[in-house]
């Protein structure tokens, strides 16, 4: 079973963003955290702190560990580290 907190800061306009969801919805996590920050209050500054200074979205959060963007994602899941990572 995953245990770890899955934070996603999106919009809903970004296609990146979808693809990211999409990724993370297909693994059933029981903790994923989609936060959009265009209509929720204090979220895109919430997450430029969280991301240490980045802007863009999405930016992806596994744990506290800061994964970063829609690429990022998709390259721990090709090379085989991202099941382990939302097992820890």
């Known amino acids: 079973m995953n245990t770890a907190e899955v934070v996603i800061y999106r919009t809903d306009w970004c296609p990146y963003c979808r693809r990211a969801e999409a990724l993370l919805e297909s693994k059933s996590l ?3 955290k989609v936060i959009d920050v265009d209509v929720t209050p204090g979220a895109r500054a919430e997450m430029v702190q ?3 200074g980045r802007t863009s979205v999405p930016q992806i959060f596994i744990g506290d560990r800061h994964v970063g963007g829609c690429d990022d994602l998709v390259a721990l899941e090709r090379a085989g580290r991202l099941d382990p990572m939302l097992a820890a």
């Open 30 to 32: 029981q903790n994923l």
């Open 50 to 52: 969280r991301a240490g």
